[in-house]
């Protein structure tokens, strides 16, 4: 009786403390360096302007963990446009019983969002949402994640990005960010005027910026290649105004979308 | 002289066992109602909020551990009451060795 009373206490005191054992190691595996790659600081030249970003900020109140990168983006010129990219991870999966959270994008200080995405569910445990800000001045953009109506494990988690107009961004000394995720951060500017056309560099010359036009794409309803679409913009008279969006990632500007004469062309998945 | 000890000794270990026993039903059914409310206020959540009503944030947290605290003290809970629970399933215990 008495040895089965001890073995019962020792499982019972095992029993008690796991929760708090498994709270300690999954802590423990958040923090452990490795478990996340580490968003890097880019620095490029975009139309002129150089842009600097730190890595992501986080807010975790509750259950779940909202994550915005770039946390600080630096830029040497009002107008620049930036993609902010936002992921929440769900602690439990998704679709939960309180299911009307959302993410939302506050009003910018000195700024304009020009474009926001719809929140998407890449994974039960992971929603993803992007937009683009074009910054003016030195402010901030706060981004909201509320939990569903009624859900016990938080309420908001809220995260501010801030971002500065600097003459000298290559001096702007970066603090290293703390950061729990994967991210690419890239820019986002509209390019308007005549364009020179080049062929064999499947590119485009717009105010002396060079942007790669490359796969298919779609242009009010029928589907090109990139080289009919190159070869219609070469034929332009050259007088014509032709606008483009055009993300900056690797290295190079690359066309997301074309406008001119009416024609809207957008790049397709290929 | 001899004889008197071990009795005395069996006497007061059954006196313990019959406490820890108390304490430990007590203890049981404590953590068991706590969980059972907590875990309705859990599965009533979202309808509760639809009427303004919110469930503390610390609702979940609680119902996780003491849960676990009613599983653990369930397993001394069994082991003190085994030979019962061996005669529900019609296990007879062992006839105990008579003390001269």
Redesign the interface.
């Known amino acids: ?2 040895a ?2 001890a ?3 020792v ?6 403390l ?3 054992i498994t709270n300690v190691l999954e802590n423990y595996v958040i923090s452990t360096p490795g478990q996340y790659t580490q968003p890097s600081t880019t620095t490029f030249i975009a139309g002129g302007g150089e842009v600097r970003f730190t890595g992501c900020s986080e807010s975790h109140e ?2 779940d963990t909202l994550i915005v990168c770039p946390s600080k983006i630096f830029s040497s010129k009002a107008g620049i446009v930036v993609r902010v990219n936002i992921t929440v991870k769900f602690k439990h999966a998704q679709p939960c ?2 299911s009307n959270w959302k993410i939302s994008v506050g009003m910018p200080s000195n700024a304009e969002i020009v474009n926001e995405s719809k929140t998407e569910l890449v994974d039960p445990y992971t929603a993803v949402k992007y937009f683009y800000i074009r910054i003016q001045g030195n402010g901030t953009v706060t981004v909201v994640y509320n939990y ?8 908001e988690e809220r995260v501010t990005v801030k971002y500065y107009v600097v003459e000298n961004v290559s001096s702007v000394t970066l603090e290293q960010s703390t950061s729990l995720t994967e991210s690419t951060t890239s820019a986002y500017n509209v390019f308007e005027g005549t364009p020179n056309v080049n062929l064999e560099s499947k590119s485009l010359q717009i105010n002396g910026a060079s942007i790669e036009v490359r796969g298919s794409w779609v242009c009010n309803g029928k589907e090109l290649k990139w080289r009919d679409v190159l070869t219609e913009l070469s034929q332009l008279p050259p007088t014509t105004k032709v606008v483009v969006e055009a993300v900056y990632e690797e290295g190079a500007w690359k066309a997301t979308k074309i406008e001119f004469n009416n024609t809207t062309c957008v790049r397709g998945e290929g | 002289m001899n004889l008197i000890i071990p009795r005395a000794l069996e006497v007061k270990v059954r006196m313990r066992i019959i406490v820890l026993r108390r304490i430990v039903s007590l203890l049981l059914f404590a953590l068991w109602v706590v969980t059972g409310i907590t875990g309705t206020l859990l599965l009533m959540g979202s309808l509760l909020a639809k009427v303004g009503i919110y469930v503390p944030t610390v609702i979940p947290d609680v119902h996780t551990y003491i849960g676990f605290g009613a599983f653990g003290i369930s397993v001394i809970h069994i082991a003190l009451n085994w030979d019962a629970l061996k005669s529900y399933i019609g296990i007879k215990p062992k006839p105990k060795a008579r003390k001269k």
């Open positions: 009786m008495r089965r009373i073995i019962a206490t499982l019972c005191v095992v029993i008690v796991l929760p708090v509750g259950a019983p309180y569903g109506s009624g859900c016990p494990y938080g309420t």
